[in-house]
């Protein structure tokens, strides 16, 4: 369904007036007169709204009736009177409803001190209580779920957490039983809520019901701090807040962002933050000894014996990095690989991505936003699970669906979670990929590719939905790069379909590990440097392996990366690991791969890191410091610069956002976006001002491939920030071994 | 005597609920004329001029209802409410059970005119021996050709199912109706949208009481100038009223609209059982405001005349209370009935209701103060109005109509008891 343009109205809200867009509801359009409209069970993340708790009764002009403003649509000339003599009775009667039978026990309730209620009260409500008599009692706190507690006597029945259980998450597992004042929210026969996206429920509830066993009694509001970041843990990137008291995260909370999360998290990103205070969590440098023990080395000892490591294997050295790496580490390291060591054996996923085609692929007018998927007539999703690989999207798969009728169609290897909704689900076996899509693509009318094969009928039925809908969103699996062709068979299909004339249509790629397309684009991959510029050939993952069994690679540097419990062929990884020359882990923890390495460095949490990561749609975001770094561990830009100097390269930024400036002076598809336009929502690269030049160099190798020296800015926009001397030697300029 | 019976003209015939004897008292002929002679346009203009007014207790015209569902290709729903759970209404049980062709007929009839191809009627669980005279009825009219598929070769078509709701009153709210037909929770919806706009599935639902449709054959067949032949301008037609409490015969009794109340009370229910006084009465079913003699005794029964002494006609379900009733326990009965009932969406309800009956069960244990009794008539007034659905008013308009008439009674429920409690 197309995004619909809606005009401006204006209304007059207290003696104000207020423009509001036509069709937005009064509780929303009051706010933008400075007019605060108490709600409880209005949410519009939830979907439609329900008008249950009649705390938002406000007068209207020519109503008879006092109308609830959370479902009141805003019309031109409306007045409203959110402070008449009617209005303010009605609030005061609600607040006193909704005490009726909450047990007021703020001193002892983790809600109190940042409770929707205890404000609205104190705000709308009659300030003292006319109630005398015995309030309902429940069996409290019982256990909802192994990390959520549920207080039912302090409920008030707004409906929240059931609706967000039924018409987001679609789990359909939390219920309100009985009736009338008895009623309480629960699971059928008492089963323990048990699904991917429930600790939402714990921030919906407006009250202290729902609360976490691992934030419960821990904190009190007056003693805590948010601080906002980015989660790192998938390519999700959902935007939180990080609770923190005495420098610990306590919690993790989601920061809304409509372009990226909708506001939701998974309880993955939700409660994963434990580990940060891990026990066995690695807090300084450590080197292994013979029987196979870590023993702790000071930092300068162990940057001089990993520069001696790897200057020993000088081209023959590879880095893999992962996970939570930014921007500035991705790019540190390929300085440092590519730079100092003359290597071109550097990756990031264990999918080989074709540089020529992923050039193509990354053109601005081809990308899909996160939030085209909202809007998408039909929706193609194909060798993704979103559940497992980015959650969030499922959520939002979900909602296209639901809200605005958008066409699912799922192709894959595996089952997924949207499979039930979709409209096709169609299977291939394990490597068909290139097949099915191929048999899409011809159906669809692509040159070159033949109609026919085992795939044709249900590539028949899709390419008929996407022909028929309007705007197609394609939400793929990096994994397709695994199999030859089926990427460019994709790309075909993407052409067909001309996903790249419309605003609404386009491509997402769902990368392998959670900055997958940053670590990509600042030049972590062989063949491809610094925004995919050209660069010299090199070994992919599946190569470093290889490389690393045969002797060919004598050393390597995995940052954040951990091949043997995530890569394919795991036994072969733990083989090549064992036979490399000199293994480096940067990790969190002695990992499966880091248990084969001769230095293990520690590694910052996304709690305590800062830098730039991209988003899978292209948006720059910032990963802030929440908590203070652990004593023992160094920042992974201050160290690779450390270690870059070592080796003979030496740079010139010496702060992170110094390291961040020369990022995006050197990744042409970043054109030098500042730290401050990145802000606190980030900002797509392909939204810059400077984007448009991309799309015209798209068919020619953009930056400086090959040639000399920095490659050309683009017209318009800010002048270049590039430095003098920010580098010795210019990495593309080196011969690759 | 008194009586003027239409909708129960044959009523006490034997065998009425088959198709034959329905059949042999001319049942059937009006949707023959409809199906076979009769404009859809006219015949809702028909519905629309007849002044029908709806029988389950709001009274809101019945053809203009019918008459707002948009026109054209569409998935159209009538949704025939047989969830009578207002105590003291039984008349469309009657209905129901002793004449069930006369509703399929007039629901058959609406959906022509209404354009509606699919029906549903939604009967209270409670009602079980109700409903499978309905479900007999059904197969017998589809038997007939009268509903299925192309019903007398008009072209039009309607499939009519009978669904057993799972006994709650709030699902005769015809929102929360619709929900629990959906296999929801039978929660009252927001509204608007308004069903005729979107109901059913989403789709455009006409929303009518039994006894409503009942009157459509009768309509169809000799139209709406013979039915405003009945009744008052306001309030054409006829009423069966349902009459209960301590009178003589209490029982269904037709008559037309505009009728004084006394008649209904004195002559058709036979009086006040043991000829004791009449102290008050509901005029329109448990949620009407309570009327006493003076008030209400020689008043017409119609909508307009109810309304006017400020109450309602409701459901058209008389509840006579003679001199003995204890108004504090008719008052806790009441309340009792709507707190059971209150669905829990909306606050104002849900805790109003349960507020008031510990309020009111305190009065009779000695745990109150006259201060009580205008805390009670605040938290009425703070529902009144203020929820989402109608089922607040109607414990809070009887309520407060009990204190405010009846209040010096009240006074002396709290002192007896509190003397009680001190002795």
Same mark, same amino acid.
């Given at each position: 369904?197309?995004?619909?343009?809606?005009?401006?109205?204006?209304?007059?809200?207290?003696?104000?007036?207020?423009?509001?867009?036509?069709?937005?509801?009064?509780?929303?359009?009051?706010?933008?007169?400075?007019?605060?409209?108490?709600?409880?069970?209005?949410?519009?993340?939830?979907?439609?709204?329900?008008?249950?708790?009649?705390?938002?009764?406000?007068?209207?002009?020519?109503?008879?009736?006092?109308?609830?403003?959370?479902?009141?649509?805003?019309?031109?000339?409306?007045?409203?009177?959110?402070?008449?003599?009617?209005?303010?009775?009605?609030?005061?009667?609600?607040?006193?409803?909704?005490?009726?039978?909450?047990?007021?026990?703020?001193?002892?309730?983790?809600?109190?001190?940042?409770?929707?209620?205890?404000?609205?009260?104190?705000?709308?409500?009659?300030?003292?209580?006319?109630?005398?008599?015995?309030?309902?009692?429940?069996?409290?706190?019982?256990?909802?779920?192994?990390?959520?507690?549920?207080?039912?006597?302090?409920?008030?029945?707004?409906?929240?957490?059931?609706?967000?259980?039924?018409?987001?998450?679609?789990?359909?597992?939390?219920?309100?039983?009985?009736?009338?004042?008895?009623?309480?929210?629960?699971?059928?026969?008492?089963?323990?809520?048990?699904?991917?996206?429930?600790?939402?429920?714990?921030?919906?509830?407006?009250?202290?019901?729902?609360?976490?066993?691992?934030?419960?009694?821990?904190?009190?509001?007056?003693?805590?701090?948010?601080?906002?970041?980015?989660?790192?843990?998938?390519?999700?990137?959902?935007?939180?807040?990080?609770?923190?008291?005495?420098?610990?995260?306590?919690?993790?909370?989601?920061?809304?962002?409509?372009?990226?999360?909708?506001?939701?998290?998974?309880?993955?990103?939700?409660?994963?933050?434990?580990?940060?205070?891990?026990?066995?969590?690695?807090?300084?440098?450590?080197?292994?000894?013979?029987?196979?023990?870590?023993?702790?080395?000071?930092?300068?000892?162990?940057?001089?014996?990993?520069?001696?490591?790897?200057?020993?294997?000088?081209?023959?050295? +590879?880095?893999?990095?992962?996970?939570?790496?930014?921007?500035?580490?991705?790019?540190?390291?390929?300085?440092?690989?590519?730079?100092?060591?003359?290597?071109?054996?550097?990756?990031?996923?264990?999918?080989?991505?074709?540089?020529?085609?992923?050039?193509?692929?990354?053109?601005?007018?081809?990308?899909?936003?996160?939030?085209?998927?909202?809007?998408?007539? +039909?929706?193609?999703?194909?060798?993704?699970?979103?559940?497992?690989?980015?959650?969030?999207?499922?959520?939002?798969?979900?909602?296209?669906?639901?809200?605005?009728?958008?066409?699912?169609?799922?192709?894959?290897?595996?089952?997924?979670?949207?499979?039930?909704?979709?409209?096709?689900?169609?299977?291939?076996?394990?490597?068909?990929?290139?097949?099915?899509?191929?048999?899409?693509?011809?159906?669809?009318?692509?040159?070159?590719?033949?109609?026919?094969?085992?795939?044709?009928?249900?590539?028949?039925?899709?390419?008929?939905?996407?022909?028929?809908?309007?705007?197609?969103?394609?939400?793929?699996?990096?994994?397709?790069?695994?199999?030859?062709? +089926?990427?460019?068979?994709?790309?075909?299909?993407?052409?067909?379909?001309?996903?790249? +004339?419309?605003?609404?249509?386009?491509?997402?790629?769902?990368?392998?590990?959670?900055?997958?397309?940053?670590?990509?684009?600042?030049?972590?991959?062989?063949?491809?440097?610094?925004?995919?510029?050209?660069?010299?050939?090199?070994?992919?993952?599946?190569?470093?392996?290889?490389?690393?069994?045969?002797?060919?690679?004598?050393?390597?540097?995995?940052?954040?990366?951990?091949?043997?419990?995530?890569?394919?062929?795991?036994?072969?990884?733990?083989?090549?690991?064992?036979?490399?020359?000199?293994?480096?882990?940067?990790?969190?923890?002695?990992?499966?791969?880091?248990?084969?390495?001769?230095?293990?460095?520690?590694?910052?949490?996304?709690?305590?890191?800062?830098?730039?990561?991209?988003?899978?749609?292209?948006?720059?975001?910032?990963?802030?410091?929440?908590?203070?770094?652990?004593?023992?561990?160094?920042?992974?830009?201050?160290?690779?610069?450390?270690?870059?100097?070592?080796?003979?390269?030496?740079?010139?930024?010496?702060?992170?956002?110094?390291?961040?400036?020369?990022?995006?002076?050197?990744?042409?598809?970043?054109?030098?976006?500042?730290?401050?336009?990145?802000?606190?929502?980030?900002?797509?690269?392909?939204?810059?001002?400077?984007?448009?030049?991309?799309?015209?160099?798209?068919?020619?190798?953009?930056?400086?491939?090959?040639?000399?020296?920095?490659?050309?800015?683009?017209?318009?926009?800010?002048?270049?920030?590039?430095?003098?001397?920010?580098?010795?030697?210019?990495?593309?300029?080196?011969?690759?071994? | 005597?008194?009586?003027?019976?239409?909708?129960?003209?044959?009523?006490?015939?034997?065998?009425?609920?088959?198709?034959?004897?329905?059949?042999?008292?001319?049942?059937?002929?009006?949707?023959?004329?409809?199906?076979?002679?009769?404009?859809?346009?006219?015949?809702?203009?028909?519905?629309?001029?007849?002044?029908?007014?709806?029988?389950?207790?709001?009274?809101?015209?019945?053809?203009?209802?019918?008459?707002?569902?948009?026109?054209?290709?569409?998935?159209?729903?009538?949704?025939?409410?047989?969830?009578?759970?207002?105590?003291?209404?039984?008349?469309?049980?009657?209905?129901?059970?002793?004449?069930?062709?006369?509703?399929?007929?007039?629901?058959?009839?609406?959906?022509?005119?209404?354009?509606?191809?699919?029906?549903?009627?939604?009967?209270?669980?409670?009602?079980?021996?109700?409903?499978?005279?309905?479900?007999?009825?059904?197969?017998?009219?589809?038997?007939?050709?009268?509903?299925?598929?192309?019903?007398?070769?008009?072209?039009?078509?309607?499939?009519?199912?009978?669904?057993?709701?799972?006994?709650?009153?709030?699902?005769?709210?015809?929102?929360?109706?619709?929900?629990?037909?959906?296999?929801?929770?039978?929660?009252?919806?927001?509204?608007?949208?308004?069903?005729?706009?979107?109901?059913?599935?989403?789709?455009?639902?006409?929303?009518?009481?039994?006894?409503?449709?009942?009157?459509?054959?009768?309509?169809?067949?000799?139209?709406?100038?013979?039915?405003?032949?009945?009744?008052?301008?306001?309030?054409?037609?006829?009423?069966?009223?349902?009459?209960?409490?301590?009178?003589?015969?209490?029982?269904?009794?037709?008559?037309?609209?505009?009728?004084?109340?006394?008649?209904?009370?004195?002559?058709?229910?036979?009086?006040?059982?043991?000829?004791?006084?009449?102290?008050?009465?509901?005029?329109?079913?448990?949620?009407?405001?309570?009327?006493?003699?003076?008030?209400?005794?020689?008043?017409?029964?119609?909508?307009?005349?109810?309304?006017?002494?400020?109450?309602?006609?409701?459901?058209?379900?008389?509840?006579?209370?003679?001199?003995?009733?204890?108004?504090?326990?008719?008052?806790?009965?009441?309340?009792?009935?709507?707190?059971?009932?209150?669905?829990?969406?909306?606050?104002?309800?849900?805790?109003?209701?349960?507020?008031?009956?510990?309020?009111?069960?305190?009065?009779?244990?000695?745990?109150?103060?006259?201060?009580?009794?205008?805390?009670?008539?605040?938290?009425?007034?703070?529902?009144?109005?203020?929820?989402?659905?109608?089922?607040?008013?109607?414990?809070?308009?009887?309520?407060?109509?009990?204190?405010?008439?009846?209040?010096?009674?009240?006074?002396?429920?709290?002192?007896?008891?509190?003397?009680?409690?001190?002795?």
């Amino acid at each position: 369904m197309a995004r619909q343009i809606r005009n401006a109205v204006t209304l007059v809200v207290d003696g104000r007036e207020v423009v509001a867009p036509e069709g937005s509801m009064l509780v929303d359009a009051a706010k933008g007169g400075d007019v605060e409209i108490p709600v409880f069970c209005y949410e519009p993340k939830l979907g439609e709204p329900v008008g249950a708790c009649r705390m938002c009764l406000v007068e209207i002009e020519g109503i008879p009736k006092l109308q609830t403003a959370c479902s009141t649509p805003v019309r031109d000339g409306m007045v409203v009177y959110t402070q008449s003599e009617r209005a303010r009775e009605a609030q005061n009667a609600v607040v006193e409803f909704l005490l009726v039978n909450h047990p007021l026990d703020c001193p002892v309730c983790d809600k109190g001190g940042e409770c929707p209620l205890q404000d609205i009260a104190m705000g709308w409500g009659p300030g003292k209580s006319r109630m005398r008599d015995p309030k309902r009692h429940f069996r409290k706190p019982l256990e909802l779920s192994p990390l959520i507690a549920i207080d039912r006597e302090r409920c008030i029945l707004c409906y929240r957490c059931v609706r967000f259980s039924q018409e987001v998450a679609e789990d359909e597992q939390l219920q309100l039983l009985e009736r009338g004042d008895r009623s309480f929210v629960g699971t059928f026969e008492e089963r323990p809520y048990v699904a991917p996206f429930h600790g939402n429920i714990i921030e919906l509830c407006p009250v202290g019901a729902l609360t976490s066993y691992t934030y419960r009694f821990r904190a009190r509001p007056w003693d805590i701090e948010d601080a906002g970041t980015v989660c790192t843990l998938c390519p999700s990137q959902c935007n939180i807040k990080v609770t923190v008291r005495d420098e610990h995260v306590m919690r993790v909370l989601a920061r809304d962002n409509a372009e990226v999360d909708d506001g939701w998290l998974c309880d993955k990103g939700r409660f994963g933050y434990q580990m940060i205070a891990a026990e066995d969590r690695i807090t300084e440098p450590m080197a292994r000894a013979g029987d196979g023990s870590l023993k702790a080395i000071a930092w300068e000892e162990a940057l001089a014996r990993i520069a001696k490591g790897l200057e020993a294997a000088g081209a023959e050295s +590879a880095v893999i990095a992962g996970g939570g790496a930014t921007n500035e580490e991705g790019w540190l390291l390929q300085e440092i690989f590519r730079g100092a060591l003359g290597s071109p054996h550097l990756a990031c996923s264990p999918s080989s991505p074709d540089p020529g085609l992923l050039r193509r692929l990354s053109s601005p007018r081809l990308a899909a936003k996160t939030a085209h998927i909202d809007f998408a007539d +039909a929706i193609l999703l194909v060798g993704c699970d979103p559940l497992n690989e980015s959650p969030i999207l499922d959520l939002r798969i979900r909602k296209a669906m639901r809200r605005n009728g958008a066409r699912l169609l799922v192709a894959g290897e595996r089952p997924t979670t949207l499979d039930g909704g979709a409209e096709q689900a169609c299977r291939y076996k394990p490597g068909d990929a290139t097949a099915f899509l191929s048999a899409l693509a011809a159906e669809l009318g692509a040159d070159g590719f033949e109609a026919g094969g085992p795939h044709a009928e249900p590539a028949a039925s899709a390419a008929a939905t996407l022909k028929g809908a309007g705007d197609a969103v394609i939400v793929w699996g990096e994994r397709l790069w695994r199999t030859p062709g +089926a990427v460019e068979a994709l790309a075909a299909i993407a052409d067909a379909l001309g996903l790249d +004339a419309s605003h609404g249509a386009g491509m997402l790629e769902v990368p392998e590990s959670a900055n997958g397309r940053g670590l990509r684009e600042v030049g972590l991959l062989p063949g491809a440097g610094p925004g995919l510029a050209e660069a010299p050939a090199g070994r992919d993952a599946a190569g470093i392996r290889a490389g690393l069994a045969g002797d060919e690679i004598q050393a390597a540097l995995l940052f954040d990366a951990n091949p043997v419990r995530d890569y394919p062929q795991s036994a072969d990884w733990a083989a090549a690991l064992k036979s490399a020359g000199f293994l480096v882990s940067v990790s969190m923890f002695d990992d499966e791969s880091a248990k084969f390495a001769d230095i293990v460095l520690p590694l910052e949490s996304y709690a305590e890191k800062e830098g730039v990561v991209t988003h899978p749609d292209g948006r720059l975001q910032r990963v802030r410091r929440g908590i203070e770094v652990p004593d023992g561990i160094r920042p992974g830009w201050r160290w690779l610069l450390d270690l870059s100097a070592a080796l003979g390269n030496e740079l010139e930024p010496d702060s992170q956002p110094q390291v961040w400036d020369a990022v995006a002076d050197s990744v042409e598809l970043y054109n030098a976006i500042s730290l401050e336009d990145i802000g606190g929502t980030g900002l797509r690269w392909q939204d810059h001002q400077l984007a448009a030049a991309f799309e015209e160099g798209a068919g020619a190798a953009p930056g400086g491939g090959g040639g000399g020296g920095a490659p050309p800015r683009r017209g318009g926009g800010r002048p270049p920030r590039l430095r003098g001397g920010l580098r010795r030697n210019p990495p593309a300029m080196r011969p690759s071994a | 005597v008194g009586e003027t019976r239409l909708l129960f003209r044959n009523i006490d015939e034997p065998g009425l609920s088959s198709i034959d004897t329905y059949k042999r008292l001319g049942g059937y002929q009006s949707l023959h004329k409809a199906f076979t002679e009769m404009d859809p346009d006219v015949l809702l203009r028909e519905l629309e001029e007849s002044g029908l007014r709806g029988r389950g207790g709001a009274g809101f015209s019945m053809g203009k209802k019918a008459s707002f569902l948009p026109r054209g290709e569409m998935d159209k729903y009538l949704c025939c409410n047989a969830d009578e759970s207002e105590p003291g209404a039984f008349k469309d049980r009657e209905l129901m059970q002793k004449n069930p062709h006369q509703l399929i007929e007039g629901i058959a009839i609406a959906c022509l005119a209404a354009d509606i191809t699919r029906a549903f009627i939604f009967i209270r669980g409670e009602y079980a021996l109700q409903a499978d005279i309905l479900d007999a009825a059904v197969a017998e009219a589809y038997d007939a050709g009268f509903l299925g598929d192309d019903i007398l070769g008009s072209g039009h078509s309607l499939a009519l199912v009978v669904h057993r709701g799972a006994g709650a009153y709030i699902c005769g709210e015809e929102t929360a109706l619709l929900d629990a037909l959906e296999g929801k929770r039978g929660n009252p919806r927001l509204k608007p949208p308004f069903p005729a706009v979107q109901g059913l599935y989403g789709g455009p639902t006409l929303i009518n009481n039994v006894e409503t449709l009942s009157n459509v054959p009768g309509i169809a067949a000799n139209g709406a100038e013979w039915f405003k032949g009945f009744g008052t301008e306001q309030s054409p037609g006829t009423k069966v009223v349902s009459i209960s409490g301590q009178v003589k015969r209490p029982g269904n009794y037709e008559v037309e609209l505009g009728v004084p109340v006394r008649m209904l009370i004195e002559e058709l229910a036979g009086g006040i059982a043991e000829d004791r006084e009449l102290k008050c009465f509901f005029p329109g079913g448990s949620s009407s405001p309570i009327l006493t003699a003076e008030e209400g005794l020689d008043k017409p029964y119609s909508f307009e005349a109810m309304a006017e002494a400020g109450s309602m006609l409701g459901s058209g379900s008389i509840i006579v209370c003679d001199e003995t009733t204890s108004i504090v326990e008719l008052a806790l009965r009441t309340a009792r009935f709507y707190h059971h009932e209150s669905c829990g969406k909306c606050s104002p309800c849900r805790e109003g209701t349960n507020w008031t009956v510990k309020m009111l069960e305190r009065v009779l244990l000695a745990e109150a103060t006259p201060i009580d009794l205008d805390l009670i008539t605040a938290v009425q007034a703070n529902i009144t109005g203020n929820c989402l659905c109608v089922l607040g008013d109607s414990m809070a308009a009887p309520v407060s109509a009990m204190v405010a008439k009846f209040r010096p009674e009240f006074e002396e429920a709290i002192e007896r008891a509190t003397l009680k409690a001190a002795a």
